[in-house]
């Protein structure tokens, strides 16, 4: 259960409605984030026949999640970018896209795309990577937020500890915690929830400003905004 701002909220109040309702609302709202940000990745063509409304967004929805499949990394991550005709792709992760990649896997199960053990396997895996519980550790600070981007391979970062990337995250976790009905699942979206004190992002409660960064000891900088 969360203190300060969030007191009273825990992952337990935010279970499924009606899990059928939560698996379409998922879908749709999942769809619609992952085109929305890979839009600009896309080239379109015009249809050469028209083509149902269905139809379209279930291209839409496909093109999206092999985007998201080449942006995976080896060990469960998800990178910044993708580097068309590169040789190489990049090693550097953003946490904010772990968050959408674990919709995108949602987006992949709901959709019959891939089968869903082995979606549920991805999903556990950038989970429990996520949570320090490989050889590789994430970059966070004292207080649980992520470090913005680093490199896969060693963690290695200068960038700002974000405590919007880190909800992104977190945003994807829950997103993925209310899809699959896995306990092996929500218990690691759970030790992700408790891990960070989302407190310390509150810089002012009365005008409910927040801290965009956090320092490596946890303290609030860069900003206050609302």
């Given at each position: 259960?969360?203190?300060g701002?969030l007191?009273g909220y ?5 279970k499924?409605i ?6 379409h609302t998922?879908?749709l ?8 940000l890979t839009?600009?990745l ?8 028209p ?11 496909l093109?999206?999640c092999k ?5 995976r ?8 970018k ?6 190489q ?8 896209n ?17 089968l869903?053990?082995a979606?549920?396997?991805?999903v ?5 990577l996520?949570?320090g519980k ?7 600070s ?12 060693n963690a290695?970062?200068k960038?700002e500890?974000s ?13 993925a ?5 896995s306990?092996?699942?929500?218990a690691?979206v759970?030790?992700?929830w408790d891990s ?13 400003k ?17």
């Open positions: 259960v969360a203190t701002p007191q825990s992952l337990t109040d935010m499924p009606a899990h059928s309702a939560t698996r998922a879908a709202l999942g769809g619609l984030v992952v085109c929305l839009a600009t896309a080239h379109c063509v015009p249809p050469t026949k083509i149902s409304d269905k139809a379209f967004l279930r291209t839409q929805l093109n999206a985007i998201y499949r080449e942006l990394t080896p060990n469960g991550l998800y990178r910044d993708l580097r068309r005709n590169a040789k792709k990049s090693n550097t992760v953003s946490v904010a772990v968050g959408v990649g674990l919709i995108s896997l949602c987006i992949e199960d709901e959709m019959k795309f891939s869903t053990a979606v549920k396997a991805q556990l895996a950038t989970l429990k996520i949570n490989t050889a590789f550790k994430p970059p966070r004292k207080n649980g937020f992520f470090r913005h981007f680093f490199d896969y391979r290695n970062g960038s500890f405590t919007i990337d880190t909800s992104i995250l977190m945003a994807g976790a829950i997103f915690y209310n899809h699959f009905d306990p092996e699942i929500r690691e759970k030790t992700l960070i004190a989302w407190k310390d992002a509150l810089a002012d409660r009365k005008t409910c927040l801290y965009m960064i956090m320092s490596d000891a946890g303290q609030g900088t860069g900003g206050p905004v609302k």
